[in-house]
């Protein structure tokens, strides 16, 4: 054991020794790359909004404050009767140029430089590909069984009014709103097909919502938004190849690859999968959530690499996994949970940056043609339905209710428009128009359809129909947090 007398000593050798081989090479190496720092601009790499610790730093509170937002702005939403995409969509509008740049400029270019938004895109992008597959996985396909006259013509008039409606409107728009490059036919077709887009999830949470999810409204809405949305990926697929080939025979050839790859789908990996997610250890640990991941992100690759676009990959993938496997139940809480949480608020926030509401300003033009397309949308979607709902013996009140349910828009919207927009067919003033749009038609269906229930005095229009004409929609009672879906 040392004395007393010789642990000063000892202390002070510690602290030398440590001195010589600690301290002072450390502040020798930063001297020395102090020294050698100096370059054009005297900036290092580091300096970038977008990389290193600042730049993490301001990704970070970037996607802190968007998620606490959107979460925050939903809950609000709910709280006055509609559903949260609608808060979520006004929070990110909020969060763009149109509110918070014209506010607070400094601090949105703090938080949104363009380096951070870069990697802002991607994650949205990556959700909008994670939403359209769970879309996928919600379309069951054996409701149009035995739909009836009601559904197959409001479908059809749902999905064939607002498309011609929207190409006859695209016309005279065209002058205006084209980008330069972009031909009448593909301009004119997306003005169409945004005009015909239902959103089938929201729909479903609202008739869940007002007690309806079980009654014939319910299986015609639902049916026809079904047919409704398949027709549009379709049709906007075709949008796609003839802006990416820009000739027929390479919009044929794109189109025949594809119906190859939904074949590929269809005959080979969906058996393939039916015999896997089957497996006793599938339903172990994340192995499902794994495989599903990888083959959503391979799927998406495919379509990308023909020339399509990622999201109808992952949209025919959504389609192709077998629906009575008991792991699909899992994979879309533990997915589902991923993309509404994190990734589709951060797409709320990059539609809300591309959302330009100040970029109309007071031009009495500009505003008379958002009032153009709203009345075109709303005719199109909401008279169509509905005439066509009361052409076939239903009342005012079932039809009325029937065509707003088709009128809502929701999330499916937007995925359609950034579509649009990142494809260079819609200008930053009609990419405006159309969001507000899609958010004044989602807002407006909840209330009204609830409202209206409420009024009915007469509920043999509504007599229940058997679970199995439902699609398996997120938004139900049994699931552990129904806010993780609600879009």
Request: glycine share 12%; hydrophobic share 55%.
């Given at each position: 054991?040392?004395s007393?007398?010789?642990?000063?000593?000892?202390?002070?050798?510690?602290?030398?020794?440590?001195?010589?081989?600690?301290?002072?090479?450390?502040?020798?190496?930063?001297v020395?790359?102090?020294?050698?720092?100096?370059?054009?601009?005297?900036?290092?790499?580091?300096?970038?909004?977008?990389?290193?610790p600042?730049g993490?730093?301001?990704?970070l509170?970037?996607?802190?404050?968007?998620?606490?937002?959107?979460?925050?702005?939903?809950?609000?939403?709910?709280?006055?009767?509609?559903?949260?995409?609608?808060?979520?969509?006004?929070?990110?509008?909020?969060?763009?140029?149109?509110?918070?740049?014209?506010?607070?400029?400094?601090?949105?270019?703090?938080?949104?430089?363009?380096?951070?938004?870069?990697?802002?895109?991607?994650?949205?992008?990556?959700?909008?590909?994670?939403f359209?597959?769970?879309?996928?996985?919600?379309?069951?396909?054996?409701?149009?069984?035995?739909?009836?006259?009601?559904?197959?013509?409001?479908?059809?008039?749902?999905?064939?009014?607002?498309?011609?409606?929207?190409?006859?409107?695209?016309?005279?728009?065209?002058?205006?709103?084209?980008?330069?490059?972009?031909?009448?036919?593909?301009?004119?077709?997306f003005?169409?097909?945004?005009?015909?887009i239902?959103?089938?999830?929201?729909?479903?949470?609202?008739?869940?919502?007002?007690?309806?999810?079980?009654?014939?409204?319910?299986?015609v809405?639902?049916?026809?938004?079904?047919?409704?949305?398949?027709?549009?990926?379709?049709?906007?697929?075709?949008?796609?190849?003839?802006?990416?080939?820009?000739?027929?025979?390479?919009?044929?050839?794109?189109?025949?690859?594809?119906?190859g790859?939904?074949?590929?789908?269809?005959?080979?990996?969906?058996?393939?999968?039916?015999?896997?997610?089957?497996?006793?250890?599938?339903?172990?640990?994340?192995?499902?959530?794994?495989?599903?991941?990888?083959?959503?992100?391979?799927?998406?690759?495919?379509?990308?690499?023909l020339?399509?676009?990622?999201?109808?990959?992952?949209?025919?993938?959504?389609?192709?996994?077998p629906?009575d496997s008991?792991?699909?139940?899992?994979?879309?809480?533990?997915?589902?949970?991923?993309?509404?949480?994190?990734?589709?608020?951060?797409?709320?926030?990059?539609?809300?940056?591309?959302?330009?509401?100040?970029?109309?300003?007071?031009s009495?033009?500009?505003?008379?043609?958002?009032?153009?397309?709203?009345?075109?949308?709303?005719?199109?979607?909401?008279?169509?339905?509905?005439?066509?709902?009361?052409s076939?013996?239903?009342?005012?009140?079932?039809?009325?209710?029937?065509?707003?349910?088709?009128?809502?828009?929701?999330?499916?919207?937007?995925?359609v428009?950034?579509?649009?927009?990142?494809?260079?067919?819609?200008?930053?003033?009609?990419?405006?128009?159309?969001?507000?749009?899609?958010?004044?038609?989602?807002?407006?269906?909840?209330?009204?359809?609830?409202?209206?229930?409420?009024?009915?005095?007469?509920?043999?229009?509504?007599?229940?129909?058997?679970?199995?004409g439902?699609p398996?929609?997120?938004?139900?009672?049994?699931?552990?947090?129904?806010?993780?879906?609600?879009?």
């Amino acid at each position: 054991m040392e004395s007393k007398t010789s642990f000063l000593p000892r202390r002070w050798r510690i602290g030398a020794v440590y001195s010589m081989l600690v301290v002072f090479p450390s502040i020798l190496a930063v001297v020395i790359l102090g020294g050698g720092s100096g370059g054009a601009g005297g900036e290092s790499p580091g300096a970038d909004a977008g990389s290193g610790p600042a730049g993490i730093t301001r990704l970070l509170v970037a996607i802190a404050l968007i998620v606490g937002v959107c979460k925050i702005a939903g809950k609000l939403a709910q709280r006055i009767g509609q559903p949260a995409v609608v808060g979520e969509i006004t929070a990110g509008i909020l969060l763009g140029p149109s509110v918070l740049g014209l506010a607070f400029p400094a601090a949105s270019a703090w938080l949104f430089p363009d380096a951070v938004l870069g990697k802002l895109n991607v994650l949205a992008q990556l959700g909008a590909v994670l939403f359209v597959f769970l879309a996928g996985t919600e379309l069951n396909i054996r409701m149009l069984r035995g739909s009836g006259p009601l559904a197959v013509m409001v479908s059809h008039v749902g999905i064939a009014l607002p498309l011609f409606s929207g190409i006859l409107l695209a016309v005279t728009a065209y002058p205006v709103f084209a980008p330069p490059g972009v031909s009448f036919a593909p301009f004119a077709l997306f003005v169409g097909v945004a005009m015909s887009i239902s959103a089938l999830p929201v729909m479903a949470r609202m008739l869940s919502d007002a007690g309806l999810q079980n009654t014939k409204i319910a299986g015609v809405a639902l049916s026809s938004a079904l047919v409704d949305d398949i027709t549009a990926w379709c049709l906007l697929a075709v949008v796609v190849t003839m802006l990416g080939t820009g000739s027929l025979s390479g919009v044929l050839l794109t189109l025949v690859l594809a119906v190859g790859f939904v074949a590929v789908l269809m005959l080979v990996v969906r058996p393939v999968l039916q015999r896997v997610l089957h497996q006793p250890w599938m339903r172990k640990g994340t192995s499902a959530a794994t495989l599903t991941l990888v083959l959503v992100f391979l799927s998406a690759m495919a379509t990308d690499s023909l020339g399509i676009h990622a999201i109808f990959g992952a949209f025919l993938f959504g389609l192709t996994i077998p629906r009575d496997s008991p792991v699909v139940e899992e994979l879309r809480s533990v997915i589902g949970g991923l993309t509404t949480v994190l990734l589709l608020p951060i797409f709320f926030a990059i539609t809300g940056v591309n959302t330009k509401l100040h970029a109309l300003g007071l031009s009495f033009e500009m505003w008379g043609w958002f009032l153009a397309f709203l009345v075109v949308a709303f005719a199109g979607k909401l008279g169509g339905s509905m005439l066509a709902a009361r052409s076939v013996g239903e009342s005012w009140d079932q039809a009325t209710r029937i065509g707003l349910l088709m009128n809502c828009r929701g999330l499916t919207e937007l995925v359609v428009l950034n579509v649009g927009l990142s494809l260079g067919v819609l200008t930053g003033e009609l990419f405006a128009i159309m969001v507000v749009i899609a958010l004044l038609s989602t807002a407006m269906a909840a209330p009204a359809v609830r409202f209206r229930s409420r009024g009915k005095t007469d509920g043999s229009a509504d007599a229940a129909v058997p679970e199995q004409g439902l699609p398996d929609a997120p938004h139900t009672e049994a699931r552990p947090d129904p806010d993780l879906v609600r879009v």
